[in-house]
């Protein structure tokens, strides 16, 4: 079956560092990859995705490549915000039907 | 565009009761609708999956008989949760997709139940 793996978190960085959020996927299709974010109190929203290899997602800084050859999409920013504290779900969509990831809580110091 | 609302946002119930959450789409039409419950500090768990006019498709280890999904039209899901106890206390959120080449799904902003 569908899968996802992230990283566990949580992760605390301060203003302007790098982020880094590994993601793995397991599928029996060629899926659509996705991150979500969840910030405080308020659903999921869509911060970027992938349809197919080699796409790159992006979205508010963020970036995301779709790897076959590693079953991978990492989500990395170069320079976080305060503004970016919230929770990170990877998700792979096959045929409509999402899978998420655990989900990872990113928490950004001033 | 592609917004999805449910209300309440929030409700707290007494156990036995019944409670029923409201998922729009407001500015689309949604094919499909999805009902995820999310539990603290965790991942969502898709609980089902309905198609306007037809029955939900639950995932294993859902009653359908507890939480009673219904969706009228292809702007409007609900999900009603029967004789509920403490332990349905949880975060539930619903998704529409429009059935575009990547299937992309939009998110309401959950309805937080709690159960005394």
């Known amino acids: 079956g569908n899968s996802v793996t992230q990283m566990e978190g949580p992760v605390t960085l301060s203003e302007e560092a790098f982020l880094t959020i590994n993601c793995t996927y397991t599928a029996t299709g060629y899926p659509s990859l996705f991150w979500y974010v969840q910030y405080p109190g308020e659903g999921l929203q869509l911060l970027l995705k992938?349809?197919?290899?080699?796409d790159k997602g992006s979205n508010k800084g963020f970036e995301a490549t779709y790897r076959k050859e590693t079953t991978s999409f990492h989500l990395e920013k170069g320079s976080v915000q305060v503004s970016d504290s919230a929770v990170y779900f990877c998700a792979l969509s096959d045929f409509g039907k999402l899978s998420f990831g655990a989900g990872t809580t990113v928490t950004v110091r001033a | 565009g592609a917004v999805v609302s449910q209300h309440p946002s929030r409700v707290i119930c007494k156990s036995g009761t019944s409670v029923k959450i409201e998922c729009r789409s407001l500015?689309?039409?949604?094919?499909?609708m999805f009902w995820y419950r999310q539990f603290p500090k965790q991942s969502l768990m898709l609980m089902a999956t309905s198609n306007e006019g037809s029955k939900a498709t639950y995932e294993q280890g859902v009653e359908k008989d507890k939480f009673l999904i219904n969706h009228a039209s292809l702007t409007l899901s609900t999900l009603t949760v029967t004789s509920a106890h403490p332990e349905d206390s949880s975060f539930y959120i619903c998704?529409?997709?429009?059935?575009?080449?990547?299937?992309?799904?939009?998110f309401g902003p959950g309805t937080r139940l709690t159960v005394t």
């Open positions: 992938a349809t197919k290899a080699d």
């Open positions: 998704s529409a997709s429009i059935q575009t080449s990547d299937y992309e799904q939009y």
């Open positions: 500015d689309f039409q949604a094919t499909t």
